[in-house]
């Protein structure tokens, strides 16, 4: 069954060359993986030891930012590798500086596995959340290398509980341990037979509460503000911005609107800015420009938003009008700010928690959208009791990081 997977995965990776030819962001995913085993052989030797970390994507690396940095403590004396699967991870995270050398997954094949793990010949391994490639898993059992599952979450509709997953079930063999998020992920995994595993709590909590100890000042962005009640829209999609800019072009209130759009691409930033009727700022364009003399400022660049979200009154994270739904909640709820989504957040346990903790209200439509934010600009003790309600909710929730360390 092996051997059939490496194939279809194989004859995937040919289509993918061709549809490179069309799609930009499949000709960064095939591109990226071109140089990958040239680098190991350049910024890895033979006699170093190391430790691999796999992420995803970028929601998965920041997630699993606190444990590189505590393992980089616990072991001084190896290399650090970072792999990525997504261009939307590695790109954004290619140059940062807590890894000796950031890549690209290669494809999971037999071949690729053998000679990836060969290269970076590492001492252990973490897999954070999810990402679960037989070939390197195979290979990681097959050579006996401490392997662990950090911040996992498992659901009954993944293939690992389905009749047909027995694939799937085996390549979870290769985990020396699993630290899971939540109860039903430590259930699912006992229904697998599965005992080396504990509940250790999601390091993204450890991650979004340091933030609070880092430098998140922004003298533009304080400029703008001009002490002002701020909005911030982090992530925003097409439907969220509908929406907002509606509430924005129809505002009477005395405020300020920060706008960070998922896509950044330039037509659709120009389109955002036509379409909003206030005097609209680019952070593209802020240079010897007056930024307190603007109601809107749309950050059409990528890394500031945790920090542009220290600034706000209120958040509204975008992505919950989509699938599977709303980004990531938990930065701006440590900074205790009152946080608005869309509909779509029952896939995201922080976010469904917040909602019922009246942190964080979802709403479904214009109506409802009007209504929070004018009823947050107006009402002090309502928008400071909800963020009350987000800070500690993040404060209460670190600890995983400490988990698995120690646990190690």
Not at 265 to 284: A, D, G, P, R, Y
Not at 361 to 386: A, G, V
Request: proline content about 4%; hydrophobic content about 40%; some cysteine.
């Amino acid at each position: 069954m092996l051997f059939i997977y490496s194939k279809i995965v194989s004859i995937a990776g040919v289509l993918l060359q061709l549809i490179a030819l069309f799609v930009p962001k499949i000709k960064l995913f095939v591109t990226g993986r071109q140089d990958v085993f040239l680098t190991l052989k350049t910024k890895i030797n033979p006699n170093d030891k190391t430790i691999w970390f796999h992420a995803a994507s970028l929601g998965e690396y920041e997630q699993g930012l606190p444990v590189i940095e505590k393992i980089k403590i616990k072991y001084p004396n190896h290399k650090i590798i970072v792999s990525f699967f997504s261009p939307s991870g590695y790109e954004v995270r290619k140059n940062n500086t807590v890894a000796d050398a950031t890549v690209y997954l290669p494809l999971d094949t037999m071949k690729n596995a053998k000679k990836f793990i060969q290269l970076v010949h590492p001492d252990l391994v973490f897999f954070i959340k999810y990402e679960f490639w037989p070939n390197y898993l195979n290979e990681l059992k097959k050579q006996h290398i401490p392997t662990y599952l950090i911040s996992g979450i498992f659901r009954e509709k993944q293939a690992f509980f389905k009749w047909y997953g027995g694939f799937y079930k085996k390549a979870l063999e290769a985990f020396t341990y699993f630290f899971v998020q939540n109860e039903s992920s430590l259930q699912l995994l006992h229904q697998l037979g599965k005992q080396n595993a504990i509940i250790s709590g999601d390091t993204r909590f450890d991650r979004v509460a340091s933030i609070l100890e880092k430098d998140n000042s922004l003298d533009f962005i304080a400029a703008f503000k001009n002490e002002k009640t701020t909005i911030v829209a982090g992530s925003s999609w097409p439907k969220d911005e509908e929406l907002l800019l509606n509430f924005i072009n129809s505002s009477t209130a005395d405020c300020k609107f920060i706008i960070a759009p998922h896509n950044i691409k330039s037509e659709q930033i120009q389109l955002l800015k036509n379409n909003c009727t206030k005097k609209v700022l680019l952070f593209s364009e802020k240079e010897n420009k007056n930024s307190t003399d603007y109601e809107v400022f749309i950050i059409d660049t990528i890394g500031i938003l945790t920090k542009i979200y220290s600034y706000a009154d209120i958040a509204y994270v975008g992505g919950g009008f989509g699938h599977p739904g709303v980004h990531n909640i938990l930065e701006p709820a440590t900074f205790g700010i009152p946080i608005v989504i869309g509909p779509n957040y029952s896939h995201f346990a922080e976010a469904t928690d917040l909602v019922n903790l009246k942190g964080c209200i979802s709403i479904k439509n214009q109506e409802e959208l009007n209504f929070n934010f004018q009823n947050l600009i107006e009402d002090k003790k309502t928008r400071r009791e909800r963020g009350t309600i987000c800070a500690n909710f993040v404060q209460k929730n670190k600890g995983a990081t400490h988990q698995i360390i120690k646990n190690l």
